[in-house]
């Protein structure tokens, strides 16, 4: 059976549960594939995977469900027993409680002599799982149609797994987490590896469930590529290939055909956002970097760097300067602040009707008096997208898919969900972006996003390629100082290095 690591075969498109659950039953059919063969290949897939990373004498412990998921486990079970292994299944239920499909795939198991306990003590369970001495667990609990918080007796079983010391694979999904959203309703289990069916979930590689899922894989069970030729998805992983080109630079490019970005922050105290911001602008390509800070705040920013420019400091100036004239794109908001200098600034320049990025206290105001545009991207994080929506934070994490779109919808242009695997949405279509890493964690990185965004913008076919591939290359270059350095340690001014060279790939 092919199982392949996420991160090693994509662009592709992803799903929500729904989408799977309603159509993997139309596409076997017209395969001619059973929906029982449909588990005995979800089952091998899983084993393979179990099998080629660890050895013959790894003890298994199959956790199950009485559904289709612990379907899949029990066959799990029989094929390691087959092969040799010791196996343990924990089934929690009663056996007369298992029908269908999973019905089947039990007797088979039972009929392979596979020592299975069923139970619906589930502090039983628990208390098994605890005295397990082995090194690999099985979840088989939830497949992806959970859609609530677990109850109490589930989370004893999925606690029990957690503070085990064992290595986790998790069939389809971590039992707990909604593999539409991504969102974890109450706990999940931790798996070390993941392996999903037939089509990527679009809620494993997002919000709360990347720390869940460990190492992604998938398994087509057969059907994968008709089941992307039977439903086209208006959601796809964008990965290092692929992505958007950037214009080619021609041997007669002068500066002002490549042109200005003004990028226009840094309120007083707060040199270090718009610094960071312009700075990427200028290692990823932008011939011209304009800045407009307080005036507190121009010999910070300028130091070091004597290619940036600097324009008028107030609203009225700034406007009537040849910096607003000449620039393709503006940026605003690293650094802003939300003061009466910051607040004028912003209204000046949103009457100028220019190409934007909206980023950090921009969007806070923009909140205050939401305006829609076409030509602009906005970069906000979920605290940012909450005030945007005027909802709290907790509501944007719970569907990050649904709010970035009504981000985008609302507000015009693209948006950008900052967090693990950000979000990019122009309304219709939304990308998830599968660079990147824990160490990017720390002050500053959104500011670098956004200068890398006006950066491409300047050398890019449209404003959605340059924020695909600003995206993407902002988190390959973490991913690069993390394998060189660690994670922890990585500051916003490490990437710039990385990004120089990135940007020379596309």
């Known amino acids: ?25 139309k596409v076997a059919k017209s395969a001619g594939i059973p929906m029982f063969e449909l588990m005995s290949q979800a089952g091998q897939a899983v084993f393979d995977l179990f099998s080629a990373n660890y050895s013959r004498k790894s003890q298994l412990l199959v956790v199950c469900g009485k559904g289709n998921n612990g379907g899949d486990g029990l066959v799990v079970a029989m094929l390691a027993k087959q092969a040799g292994y010791t196996v343990l299944v924990l089934l929690s239920a009663k056996p007369e409680q298992v029908t269908g499909d ?23 369970l628990a208390e ?25 007796k589930w989370l004893t079983l999925v606690e029990a797994i957690n503070e085990h010391h064992s290595d986790v694979i998790a069939v389809d999904v971590p039992s707990g987490i909604c593999a539409t959203t991504g969102q974890v309703f109450s706990d999940a289990v931790v798996a070390s590896k993941t392996i999903t069916f037939i089509g990527v979930k679009q809620g494993l590689l997002t919000g709360q469930a990347p720390a869940f899922t460990g190492e992604l894989y998938l398994a087509g069970l057969g059907i994968n590529r008709q089941f992307t030729q039977f439903f086209a998805s208006d959601v796809n992983v964008q990965g290092k290939e692929n992505l958007p080109r950037l214009n080619t630079r021609v041997a007669t490019a002068h500066k002002g055909s490549i042109g200005l970005a003004l990028a226009v922050g840094g309120n007083e105290g707060m040199p270090g956002a718009i610094r960071l911001a312009s700075e990427a602008a200028l290692r990823c390509g932008a011939a011209l970097v304009a800045v407009c800070c307080h005036k507190s705040n121009q010999p910070i920013v300028m130091q070091g760097r004597p290619e940036l420019m600097l324009a008028p400091d107030k609203a009225d100036a700034l406007a009537d300067s040849s910096f607003i004239e000449k620039a ?16 004028t600034l912003f209204t000046a320049l949103l009457d100028k009707n220019k190409p934007m990025i909206i980023d950090a206290d921009a969007l806070r105001l923009l909140s205050i008096k939401p305006q829609y545009r076409e030509n602009w991207v906005l970069t906000p994080h979920p605290g940012e997208a909450a005030s945007l929506l005027g909802v709290d934070i907790a509501t944007i994490e719970s569907d990050r898919f649904l709010a970035v779109q009504q981000i985008a919808q609302k507000y015009g242009g693209i948006c950008v969900l900052k967090g693990a695997g950000s979000l990019i949405s122009d309304g219709e279509n939304t990308w998830i972006n599968s660079t990147g890493n824990a160490g990017m964690a720390s002050g500053g990185m959104g500011d670098v996003l956004s200068g890398i965004i006006a950066a491409l913008f300047l050398q890019s076919a449209s404003l959605a390629d340059a924020v695909r591939l600003a995206v993407s290359i902002h988190g390959q270059a ?17 990437l710039f290095e990385p990004l120089v060279s990135l940007v020379n790939q596309y």
């Open 328 to 343: 393709k794109i503006i940026l605003l908001g690293p650094g802003l602040g939300q003061n009466d200098w910051a607040q």
């Open 128 to 152: 098994h799982i605890h005295q397990f001495k082995g090194n690999v667990i099985v979840d088989a609990l939830f497949g992806i149609g959970l859609s609530r918080a677990l109850s109490a």
């Open 1 to 25: 059976m092919s199982v392949e690591l996420i991160t090693h075969s994509l662009p592709q498109p992803a799903y929500t549960a729904t989408q799977v659950l309603d159509y993997e039953v």
């Open 478 to 494: 973490a991913d690069i100082i993390a394998y060189k350095r660690g994670q922890r340690g990585m500051l916003a001014s490490d």
């Open 102 to 124: 999973a019905r089947t795939a039990y007797q088979q198991a039972k009929d392979e002599g596979v020592k299975i306990i069923a139970d619906d003590n589930f502090e039983v």
